[in-house]
């Protein structure tokens, strides 16, 4: 019994200091100084791809941004209209008839229904050097799409490269402002760290570039894979690709207001990456290498981080009851606060870094690990129970949409 636990804990200090490492090489990523970016001679062709379905609600705030985009290269956005029975419709095709470079396209019926399928037929209608996709809730500033095609142009081997996104109302509610905090630490400061440290980059789903011939080489996206932002990363790894991070290219992205819709699109993301998961120890191939990080990183945040959360949570009740009765000589009880610690630390840290820290932020962040971590417990069970029900039926997967809220105002002015 001492062997096991002794075992659990080497494990969990591993884990422990592999995500100090990160955190400590993205707030020295995000620190120093860094020098303006360089215009380029030539500006590449940009297709930006907007998948939509029935988002009437964002729409306008949405195509008023992508309006305001300042590109020096060819540029032409497509909003992808995926059967929508809203005004989805017709606003975009007001955009359409406003804009030259904006156009409405009504995407064939097909399955799987999905993202993936819609972008690959984006892909399919549009010319240009570069492919950008933004989620059809997204507010991008003004300048994001010039610094990620400046980022992919100068970086040796880049195959595209990735902004940040930033949660557009994290003042509405304490649901919103954990999940601008968890993006601020696993989409700002985590992929700085693995940039800064180990030349990676994770696709986000939106605010990203790719190279047409790339994905073109690749076969574009997997119109089965439910988080088709990470298969398609490990796809572009394992070719030799880089996709450097660009944290100063912006956009602005509504969250779940409640926690209905969160749950559908976190079982949805947990979904996708067990499917991920299982691909990767399929394929052998997409474990070696650079991508070993990658697949670990995903092994790391939907396995050992639920397993270690539950361990921990499990030993911190027994200690309170007085039932720990083991002879270890680690002090297996520490998990708990460890675990705890870190995860503060992460998100405090990561609000450093965005220079955005707030007296509420160092509450909410004391609080998270309490409740909102706590849920990933539910998720991974939920997301395994569909994702065996979905094998055992053999049905397509199903594209659960994320329900949007009216906002009411814009970020880009």
Known sequence: MNTVLNFVAICFWLLVLYYSILTVGGFLFRARKKPKTKPLKHYPSVAVLIPAHNEGVVMADTLHAMSKLEYPGELRIYLLNDSSTDETGEIAQYYDDSYAHIHHIEVPPGTPRGKSRVLNYGISISQSDYVAVYDADNQPEPQALRLLVEAAETTPRAVGAVGYVKTLNESKNALTRMIALEFSAFQLLMQAGRWGLFKLGSLTGTNLIIRRDILERVGGYDPYALAEDADLTLTLTHIGGLLPIVPDARTWEQEPENFKVWLRQRTRWMQGNLYLIEKTIKNPRLLRGRNFIHSAQ??????????????????????????????????????????????????????????????????????????????????????????????????????????RFKQGRNIIG
Do not use: H, N
Not at 307 to 327: E, I, N, P, R, Y
């Open 298 to 403: 995903l092994i790391l945040v939907y396995i050992c981080f639920v397993f270690f959360l539950l361990v921990s949570d499990v030993w911190f009740l027994l200690g309170l009851a007085g039932k720990v009765q083991s002879t270890a000589t680690t002090p297996l009880l520490i998990l708990w606060f460890e675990l705890w610690l870190m995860y503060y630390v992460q998100l405090v840290t990561a609000q450093m870094s965005d220079k955005t820290l707030r007296p509420i932020d160092l509450l909410v962040s004391f609080l998270m690990y309490f409740s909102y971590a706590q849920l990933w417990l539910f998720l991974l069970i939920r997301g395994v129970y569909y994702q065996i029900k979905l094998k055992l039926t053999k049905k397509e997967p199903i594209w659960d949409k994320t329900a």
